[in-house]
């Protein structure tokens, strides 16, 4: 059980919910706030002009709503703006938007009534997703469109996802005795105006991120140790000369994967040894190809991005991201900003950039192994069958060349994209949950590349029959894969055994420090 609201909600708290459901409670003291909140607000409101309770919205600001109509402005703020389309999120990415909007409501600045958090609770409890489609909101004012389509859920409208069936919400609520959400002051703004979309996708991409990483850092070990390449590339003394955080993370993981590893070479007893140099040209390379020997230099910017792409989520998961501020502690109501999503729009910008890279660099490992001409060591495509007859890795190099290519292109910032919108009120916005949704796409097929490329590396562990000579760790691993990737010679079908491995690679973490 995660307690939201009692303190903050950490990326492993999140990951909790989100992927292992764990299943949460609320904070009796944040409750006890929620409920001051909103009594202050109910108070205040009395003959003042705040926006989002007694005038339209956006544009539409100058026009005061009658009091008889002041609930029925939130359904219809609601309902209009349940606009969205193209794909449904999945299941995983619309629970973490509704964990977001509930640690962001929980902060008790929203002039919100408690059924509002209990409700979230038991949808993200009962494993209930909204159906939210991708296309829609711009980032600013929040996710709008898709938080919208949450909002409709909570009232009771639309549809849900539940136990793989997408039924009407109505429906599902009645199955389980749970009861839509009455609007007492401002639920429905307070429900839309919020970075909780962007916010919630973007803490998924930092956690697949961070197995991408770990994933990167073992493949790129694994590709050094079965060319026996040198081991100063990645040693403590060549690093730690470089003051950065993340190439020496980076190092330190290298060492840690091939320790005690029969088949990294030392520099000193084969190139350094007066006995090995009596020759004037070396059929060695005297220092490896830039994808085996500057894996520290290419991975640590994208550690040192992936770092600072969890601070920032992670501040923005726990912040307030409603506007106005609702603020019982100086008795007041504080109009302004805090909905735009400039935040997350620039640190997914960042972090799909960084994660296209690391695809790069395993598409240019793959090649190498699969180039006979640059590795001089295996056979061509990593082909174990007869040469000719046979294809071995051949044709799934080319969907590793051509999902590194999308990513290349989808790598174009969003950040920098705004388009001026809603009567010119929105003049400059962050486009906060299309950068999200399009760091997710780099991420899916950078681990669709991966599993070509570790497919690749157990081919080539076999072809050299160098098992016994692994590191420990490279070793289990290679056991590990090869039960749901069998060895093969005679071409078959790889698509199914590549989502396998993909799979494999999306649901567990690399066992290194």
Not at 24 to 32: D, E, N, R
Not at 172 to 185: G, R
Not at 437 to 450: C, P
Request: negative net charge; glycine residues 6%; charged residues 20%.
């Amino acid at each position: 059980m995660i307690t939201v609201g009692q303190d903050v909600l950490s990326l492993a708290d999140f990951n909790e919910i989100v992927f292992n459901k764990k299943s949460v409670s609320l904070s009796p003291s944040a409750l006890t706030k929620i409920e001051t909140n909103f009594k202050f607000l109910q108070n205040f409101s009395s003959n003042k002009l705040i926006y989002g309770i007694n005038t339209g919205f956006g544009p539409m600001a100058q026009y005061k709503v009658s009091e008889e109509n002041l609930l029925n402005l939130q359904y219809n703020l609601i309902r209009s703006h349940s606009s969205g389309s193209g794909a449904l999120l999945t299941p995983t990415l619309a629970k973490a938007l509704m964990v977001a909007r509930l640690n962001s409501l929980i902060q008790a600045y929203s002039g919100v009534h408690t059924d509002i958090v209990e409700l979230l609770k038991a949808l993200i409890n009962n494993d209930i997703t909204p159906c939210i489609y991708e296309h829609g909101g711009v980032g600013a004012s929040g996710d709008l469109v898709q938080l919208a389509h949450l909002g409709l859920v909570l009232i009771g409208e639309g549809e849900v996802l539940y136990e793989g069936v997408l039924r009407p919400t109505n429906e599902v609520f009645n199955q389980l005795n749970i009861k839509p959400l009455t609007i007492h002051v401002r639920e429905g703004l307070a429900t839309i105006n919020g970075t909780s979309a962007m916010t919630g996708i973007g803490m998924v991409n930092v956690i697949q991120a961070q197995k991408l990483l770990g994933w990167s850092a073992m493949f790129s070990a694994m590709t050094n140790e079965v060319v026996e390449a040198y081991d100063d590339h990645y040693s403590h003394e060549l690093n730690v000369v470089k003051h950065h955080k993340g190439q020496n993370k980076i190092a330190g993981m290298l060492r840690d994967i091939l320790k005690d590893s029969k088949m990294i070479r030392s520099r000193t007893d084969h190139l350094y040894h007066p006995d090995n140099i009596d020759q004037e040209i070396f059929e060695d390379k005297v220092q490896e190809y830039y994808s085996l020997r500057c894996v520290t230099q290419v991975l640590g910017p994208v550690y040192d991005t992936i770092a600072q792409a969890e601070v920032v989520l992670v501040n923005e998961l726990n912040s307030v991201n409603d506007n106005p501020v609702i603020d019982h502690i100086n008795q007041n109501v504080f109009h302004g900003g805090n909905f735009h999503g400039d935040y997350v729009s620039l640190e997914m910008d960042k972090l799909k950039i960084a994660i296209t890279k690391l695809s790069m660099l395993s598409e240019r490992q793959l090649n190498y192994l699969l180039n006979d001409k640059l590795n001089q060591k295996f056979p061509p495509f990593l082909n174990l069958g007869v040469l000719g007859l046979n294809f071995g890795m051949q044709g799934v190099q080319f969907t590793a060349t051509s999902t590194v290519a999308e990513n290349q292109t989808l790598s174009f910032p969003m950040y920098v994209h705004s388009i001026p919108n809603n009567n010119d009120n929105q003049d400059i916005v962050s486009m906060g949950c299309n950068a999200a949704l399009m760091t997710g796409r780099v991420i899916d097929n950078t681990f669709t590349v991966l599993s070509i490329q570790l497919m690749t590396i157990l081919q080539a562990i076999d072809y050299l029959g160098c098992q016994n000579k692994l590191a420990p760790k490279t070793l289990a691993l290679y056991n590990e894969v090869r039960v749901i990737f069998p060895k093969f010679i005679e071409d078959a079908p790889k698509y199914k055994d590549m989502e396998r491995v993909k799979n494999f690679l999306e649901k567990n973490n690399p066992s290194i420090a």
